[in-house]
């Protein structure tokens, strides 16, 4: 992915999302302005962002932070009676930096109200909640999967689905489609994400009585030569590989493969989401790989169309996962916002129980690029289907 400073988008047009209902600068039917307001009045909320800009990660955080900047033009080109002000900060992928931007992001917005978007990765994303909760600030995270992210924490939810879901997930996927005899997993046990998600994986193989015949790992993402744990997957005759990983290492373990004519079924998460996309990626490698998603750049509704094409006209590249759960944030927070009585009035603590509430009611639903009719548990998980996607011809195509 290229580096390039965040840019302001062409202002959108009015795009009829269900999302907007609720909180439209209009009249159509539902709509309303914060109680609080005259209707004339205009609430500013400010969101703050973090995650990677730089860095090893720097692919993944600016994905979320470009999606994000498209739904708050749109949001704000509706003129309705609440307005985004955002700003992102780079947290460089490292707990320590993450802290450091959540408090510019204070004292950017000094005594108005403050809502935090973020952190992309987990490890810097647990140590932001534990100072948002602390703090009280309301946090939604685009892509932080682990559980220990929201952990008795009543103010932090997860826009992405958790680790545990998406290994167990695979694992039923594969089961039940009669896919593979011998099963394999790599994953970096360095990683709080590759590792929550394999460990379910692993687990739900037994249950499922499934043949686990190699699980082999590696300790970071900075590693590039995967053929000892390739050569231990096929000796032990494994037909499918999971792959509970990032795109930057899958690139290479399926070049890799190749060369050495391995050819299993392969199968990842939705940190995969992106690698068709890298430049100089040959996407024959990734023919007939399997992804757990909940998003398609290629899907023909008109809402993902449209978001598709403003963000290969900034940005000159398909959207992934991580843009639309950035995207689908920002709309989850103004919709929200629209629905709190006296949010004019409120600081930030007050806004964070207010929202904290609401998200973790139960019946505050969503209809975003990643799901429709999305909801929270009050453990801040999210409740949302994933979808399954095989790589033909270089494109993704359902798999369900």
């Known amino acids: 992915m290229k580096k390039k400073k965040l840019a302001a988008l062409l202002l959108a047009g009015a795009m009829g999302l269900s999302l907007l209902a609720g909180c439209s600068s209009g009249d159509a039917p539902g709509s309303q302005a914060p109680s609080g307001g005259t209707g004339s009045d205009v609430v500013t909320i400010k969101v703050g962002g973090i995650g990677p800009l730089t860095g090893d990660n720097a692919q993944y955080g600016t994905a979320t932070a470009w999606g994000a900047q498209i739904a708050v033009d749109e949001i704000n080109a509706e003129n309705g009676p609440i307005r985004l002000e955002y700003d992102f900060q780079d947290d460089t992928g490292a707990a320590d930096s993450a802290v450091s931007a959540y408090n510019k992001l204070k004292d950017w917005a000094k005594d ?44 932090v939810f997860q826009m992405c689905f958790t680790d545990p879901y998406l290994g167990t997930a695979g694992a039923e996927y594969l089961k039940n489609k009669g896919l593979g ?29 499934m043949e686990l015949v190699s699980t082999q790992t590696y300790p970071d993402d900075k590693t590039t030569d995967y053929t000892v744990q390739l050569n231990a997957c096929k000796d032990a005759g494994a037909d499918v590989v999971f792959l509970p990983i990032y795109y930057t290492p899958a690139s290479l373990i399926l070049a890799q493969a190749k060369q050495m004519d391995y050819a299993p079924l392969f199968i990842g998460g939705d940190g995969m989401d992106g690698m068709l996309d890298m430049d100089g990626f040959d996407k024959s490698l990734a023919e007939g790989l399997l992804l757990m998603t909940p998003f398609s750049a290629g899907a023909e509704d008109e809402r993902t169309k449209s978001f598709v094409e403003k963000y290969q006209a900034a940005h000159d590249i398909l959207p992934n996962q991580f843009a639309a759960d950035g995207y689908d944030c920002m709309y989850a927070i103004y ?25 973790g009611g139960g019946e505050f639903k969503v209809d975003g690029l990643t799901g429709k009719g999305m909801t929270w548990k009050n453990t801040g998980e999210i409740d949302k289907a994933p979808l399954i996607f095989k790589v033909e ?3 993704y195509v359902d798999a369900q």
């Open 112 to 155: 108005d109200p403050l809502v935090i978007y973020g952190c992309t990765t987990t490890t810097p994303c647990v140590a932001v909640a534990a100072e948002t909760y602390s703090d009280r600030y309301f946090q939604l995270t685009p892509s932080a999967s682990s559980p220990e992210v929201v952990a008795g924490k009543d103010n």
């Open 181 to 209: 005899t011998k099963y394999a997993v790599i994953y970096n046990n360095g990683d709080p994400y590759s590792t929550g998600i394999a460990e379910a994986f692993i687990a739900k193989t037994k249950e499922l009585g």
């Open 335 to 359: 919709q929200a916002c629209c629905q709190i009585d006296g949010i004019a009035d409120m600081d930030s603590a007050q806004l964070c129980d207010a929202l904290s509430d609401l998200f």
């Open 393 to 395: 011809n270089g494109v």
